[in-house]
Structures are given as C-alpha cells and as structure tokens.
C-alpha cells in the first residue's frame, strides 16, 4: 500500500512528474480520497465563493509517494484568531484575537479576511469581505482555530 499524506490543501513545492502543466511548483491543491475508497487523487481549485475554494474536475490519481512527500500541509480553510495585533500599510491594524477567514490564493499563499459588523444591520452577523490580508506561513502556523458553528438557511 502506498504510504501518502491525508487529505487536505497542500501546496505544491516541486512539479508533478508526468503531470508537470497541471501540477506546477506553488500551486494549491487538494488531495482527496474517494468515498468508495479508491485511490487518492489530487485537484486544482475549481471556484472560489465566499473566499472558499470549491474542487471538481479533473481529477489526477496520485500514486507517487515521492512527489506527495514534497507538498507542503496547509490549514483547513475557516474561521481563526488572530494571535497578535496586525499593523496595516497606510494605517490602521486589526486586533489580537480577531476573528479571521482563512482562503488561499491559487498560488497556495494564506490570505485572512476579518470579520467586520456592520451596526446599521438588521441582523447580528459577521460581514468578510472579499479584500485580504496575505500573511506567511509562520503566522498560518499560529492563527488559532474559531469554532464557528455553520447554519443552513431556514425555509
């Protein structure tokens, strides 16, 4: 059995041999595994909503564990906490603690959008807007989970 790395994003560090136009160096992908439990593939990104990726077709088996070694784990996308205050070019900051999107460019480069409320609003939520902020993968590797609950749209 091949031994590959678990589903998730990943960013690509070295071309995929054989596959080197699709799957270039600094590339997002995703690696996935079937739920009939095939062989594990891995997908560019399809469409990006709301500041998430969405995947689709093609799909590529992945069946090289060499060329898997060398991708690099990125977060889930979702909602984080910043760890440390943020000062922005031009002024302004955003503030340890705040509540952060987390999406990724197609080069698979960390973006944050913050969570902003709008008080002249109706209804009390959460406003991300589609502007980021790219930060490094030492400051991905500190962002801290938000465990924001998603709610489906009552009819």
Known sequence: MLEL???????TTQPMP????EFPADVLVYLGKPSNGGV????RP???????WYWGEP???????SWAA?????RSEGFYTLPERIELEGGGFWL?????????NE???AIIFVGQRREDAEQNVLIFGDRGLLISDEMLSRLEWAPILPVTASK
Not at 5 to 11: A, H, Q, V
Not at 40 to 43: D, G, I, L, M
Not at 59 to 64: A, G, H, I
């Open 5 to 11: 790395p678990e589903p998730g994003l990943y960013r």
């Open 18 to 21: 054989g596959h080197e136009q």
């Open 40 to 43: 594990k593939f891995v997908t």
């Open 46 to 52: 399809g469409r990006n909503q709301n500041n998430r």
């Open 59 to 65: 799909t590529t088996p992945l069946r090289s564990p």
């Open 70 to 74: 060398t991708l690099f784990p990125l």
């Open 96 to 104: 340890k603690n705040a509540i952060v999107q987390l999406g990724y």
């Open 107 to 109: 080069r698979g480069r």
